[in-house]
């Protein structure tokens, strides 16, 4: 691989100010940050978290995961969940908070997914039946707002519908994304069935309540659709509800003499015959044979009902579909937008194919969204005036071969290099400098540039990427601040480009900066490692085994030396 290093621009650090920032993180499948750019999010294997301000990486295995929305606050609270989803909680200034609501241990999902760019309001979602009472909906949409007095996040459930366009009570309703003033909420409901998504849009009005507004479920089913009633299931009856005193007794004798005989079937060589209620009912015999004989008649009425359900579901949906999860709002509420699935126009019966492309919604208008057309095209952020960053193809495993577009409000879409060389000439020298890598699907002379996958905060200015470097099979993430000296973090003439990073995943030191000396050393002071010119990459293996190490970086402009813990 061949890759050219300006370090006039430098690799992992801020420049002077005023001039464009750009850095460079090996190792590292950064996703998200926040709106100023200070804080970086991985949540592959864990959650990991970069503090560009202070240089400080923060890592967490697996038992946390991040949420759908918004991660990280521009003062550094990420939410995210815990314990397989079980617990929603926060984290801030390197420590873990459960966020507390009424369902307590008993929820079975429960997960913060947006936040505010100030931290003052969460979103997320919670199996709240054993609240309810209910069957239906298994996930809620809730709300933690900040409470000065309490000095704590106040719990409260956000309304939901009663039912799905399809008449049935919904399986899942979330809350995955939070305006900046947090007044605006946007989720995603999905029918019983689990087969359609649509989204739910809350607003909070001046009197504190909440009201919600259903958009894109136009899309799923046909102008003309009529539902039948969803048929309830009838309750069969319990023969042990119809046993006398007497006949449970001789029922709870014959099922331990069942019992027993298992302890010894290895003996016997006979496997002894469970006893059913049924069969000790006598007394009310009659009145039992009545019920079961009226459940048989409205299980069938039920089952006959329940088909000519489905058969109006199926005539009644449509083939397009909006991806789970896949809706962004725009920070300051007025945009959404998802990834939309609709069939190919030039499909044959019987040949279905799909395309896949981003959809734009301006909450002001719902009923005329903007739909880019494209066979396999991703949507990753949206702006605060509506421009979105894109990517083709959307489902691709080998993610450094997406191209990522840029595209304005009623225009249409730029390759994302384009739009760069024409606006921020430095910006795009330095990604043809860093990001260039041969492809060897492409042959052994072909040298591309790998932008990757794009995300811009709100204000079009910073931005984050990753690619998944060909080579050496790891993640390789940039950042860029297009303005320079933005957004609360600090600018100094002279802030350094050396850096160290540990990729506990891959078992990797990587060496940030192109630096012309590495030193390694244990606590005790013994060098166990030495190199000039060193390669990006080093294996953790060299040091020995499990300990705290330091490593010092030396280039002709400064010395830096970060410590390790390698576990």
Not at 392 to 398: A, G, M, S
Not at 440 to 462: F, I
Request: charged share 25%; proline share 5%.
């Amino acid at each position: 691989m061949i890759r050219k290093i300006i370090l006039a621009f430098g690799m992992s650090a801020s420049l002077v100010c005023g001039a464009q920032v750009m850095e460079m993180y090996p190792g590292f499948q950064f996703s998200k940050m926040s709106n100023n750019g200070r804080y970086l999010l991985s949540g592959s294997a864990g959650v990991t978290i970069y503090d560009r301000e202070i240089k400080q990486t923060y890592r967490y295995g697996s038992e946390y995961s991040l949420g759908k929305g918004n991660a990280v606050s521009d003062n550094g609270i990420v939410v995210a969940a815990a314990s397989s989803a079980t617990r929603a909680c926060y984290w801030k200034d390197g420590e873990w908070h459960d966020l507390g609501h009424s369902v307590g241990s008993k929820a079975s999902v429960a997960m913060a997914n947006g936040v505010t760019s100030d931290g003052s309001r969460i979103v997320g979602s919670i199996d709240c039946r054993p609240v309810t009472g209910k069957s239906w909906p298994m996930v809620s949409p809730v709300i933690w707002i900040w409470d000065d007095a309490a000095g704590d996040y106040v719990f409260e459930m956000l309304p939901e519908p009663a039912t799905d366009i399809t008449g049935c009570v919904p399986q899942q309703v979330s809350a995955t994304s939070v305006s900046s003033d947090g007044r605006t909420v946007l989720g995603q409901v999905t029918d019983q069935r689990g087969f359609l998504e649509y989204q739910i849009i809350y607003r909070q009005s001046d009197d504190g309540s909440w009201t919600y507004e259903i958009s894109g479920a136009d899309r799923l089913q046909k102008e003309d659709a009529e539902w039948p009633p969803y048929p309830s299931r009838p309750v069969k009856p319990q023969a042990s509800d119809y046993l006398t005193d007497d006949e449970k007794l001789e029922f709870n004798k014959a099922n331990q003499a069942y019992k027993d005989s298992l302890e010894i079937v290895s003996l016997t060589g006979k496997n002894p015959r469970m006893p059913f209620y049924e069969e000790f009912v006598k007394e009310r015999k009659e009145e039992y044979d009545a019920a079961m004989k009226q459940f048989d008649e409205d299980n069938d009425s039920y089952l006959t009902r329940l088909y000519a359900f489905f058969d109006a579901y199926a005539a009644n949906v449509t083939n397009n579909r909006f991806e789970f999860n896949s809706h962004l709002l725009s920070d300051n509420g007025e945009y959404y937008v998802c990834n939309y699935y609709y069939p190919n126009p030039d499909s044959e019966d019987g040949d279905l194919k799909m395309y896949v492309s981003p959809i734009l919604y301006e909450l002001k208008n719902l009923e005329v969204p903007r739909l880019t057309e494209d066979v396999s095209m991703g949507v990753f952020s949206i702006c605060d005036d509506g421009t979105m960053m894109v990517a083709t193809p959307r489902d691709d495993e080998k993610v450094y071969s997406r191209t990522p577009y840029i595209i304005r409000l009623d225009a249409e879409p730029v390759v994302f290099t384009d739009w760069l060389q024409e606006n921020y000439a430095e910006a795009y020298r330095w990604l043809m400098d860093n990001m260039s890598y041969r492809i060897p699907e492409e042959g052994a002379g072909a040298l591309s540039v790998l932008a990757g996958t794009v995300r811009m905060s709100p204000d079009a200015v910073k931005l984050i990427s990753y690619i998944f470097d060909p080579e050496t099979d790891q993640y390789v993430s940039y950042f860029m601040d297009l303005k320079g000296g933005t957004g609360g973090i600090g600018c100094n003439v002279g802030d350094g480009v050396l850096q160290v990073f540990h990729n506990t995943a891959t078992g990797l030191l990587n060496l940030v900066g192109d630096p012309d000396k590495v030193d390694i050393f244990d606590m005790s002071g013994r060098r166990i490692y030495g190199e000039e010119n060193p390669p990006a990459v080093l294996p953790v293996s060299l040091l020995g085994g499990p300990g705290v190490y330091v490593v010092r970086l030396v280039d002709k402009y400064e010395t830096v030396t970060e410590k390790i813990i390698v576990k």
